[in-house]
């Protein structure tokens, strides 16, 4: 029999790869094909950017990946409320972004190549909330605890949303999407980028949860964007050769549909009591 801290870790490994297959039976197949699809499309991204059509697939693909959440907020919270946080999540991103292009605040000095297609202001692509949106979505609802303690929840989300973007700015990087003219010490992109991350990232999940009036726990669908998002900026890094993001991506991949089948187990839970005519 084994004992020590060996076996710890092959009790924690059985114990996480049990979880994750949990997670995976209770994944809907559409989204794990979907997660698959996007994935597989990094390869031509980033072995192809300069094909004859790439800006109109770069469209069409984040109004795809962005669909599942807008639909689901739409169910969440009503067609008011859901679009009354839209429109405010679209202007806290452009004002954060033109912000920071401006001025390097709060993220340090950038700025958007030609690859997202035309600018607002010449600064933030029109496209940005079709991109930014999901994220801040699925994170915010992925990261509700249990106790539902707002301080808490708003805290958990921005953390999520740091570490997202630490899959997601290495490869943008890579494929020209933004430039950090001075390069970074992670994968050419500077540290206080993820500063920025975490003070904006509080700010939207704060805007997002006080104008939807977040009450209840969210539905399972609301993270789905947001892991298509994942899969497809993991294949990014896999295909650039970005070992750690790769890395962070298949773990935040892993943990996003864990906390999707976490939150479709309370909606039924919750739906079968209702039910039964008990509060």
């Known amino acids: 029999m084994r004992h020590g801290p060996t076996a710890r870790r092959c009790c924690r490994l059985r114990y996480h790869t049990r979880v994750f297959k949990q997670a995976l039976r209770a994944t809907p197949r559409p989204l794990i094909l979907a997660s698959a699809l996007f994935f597989g ?50 202007a806290f991103g452009y004002a954060v ?6 001025t390097g605040l709060p993220y340090g000095s950038f700025y958007y190549g030609d690859s997202l297609g035309p600018k607002l202001l010449g600064l933030v692509p029109y496209l940005l909330p079709v991109s930014y949106l999901p994220l801040v979505i699925g994170a915010v609802a992925a990261a509700r605890p249990g106790s539902g303690n707002r301080a808490l929840w708003i805290i958990r989300s921005s953390l999520l949303l740091t570490l997202m973007d630490g899959v997601l700015d290495p490869g943008a990087t890579a494929l ?10 992670y994968y050419g992109v500077p540290l206080s980028n993820y500063a920025g991350w975490l003070l904006s990232g509080t700010l939207a999940a704060a805007l997002l949860l006080a104008v939807g009036r977040w009450r209840n ?30 890395l962070l991506g298949a773990a935040l991949f892993a943990y996003l549909l864990h906390r999707r089948s976490r939150l479709r187990a309370y909606f039924l839970k919750s739906y079968a009591r209702r039910a039964a005519g008990i509060n």
């Open 41 to 90: 499309a990094a390869y031509f991204a980033t072995r192809f950017p300069d094909v004859p059509g790439s800006g109109a697939a770069s469209y069409a693909s984040t109004l795809l990946i962005a669909l599942p959440c807008f639909v689901a907020l739409f169910r969440y919270l009503g067609a008011r409320r859901a679009a009354l946080s839209l429109l405010a999540l679209s």
């Open 97 to 102: 972004e033109a912000t920071g292009v401006a």
């Open 176 to 185: 020209g999407f933004w430039v950090w003219p001075e390069g970074g010490a």
């Open 217 to 246: 726990a969210p539905l399972p669908g609301l993270p789905d964007s947001a892991t298509i998002a994942v899969a497809f900026w993991t294949g990014v890094a896999v295909f650039s050769g970005l070992l750690f993001p790769a």
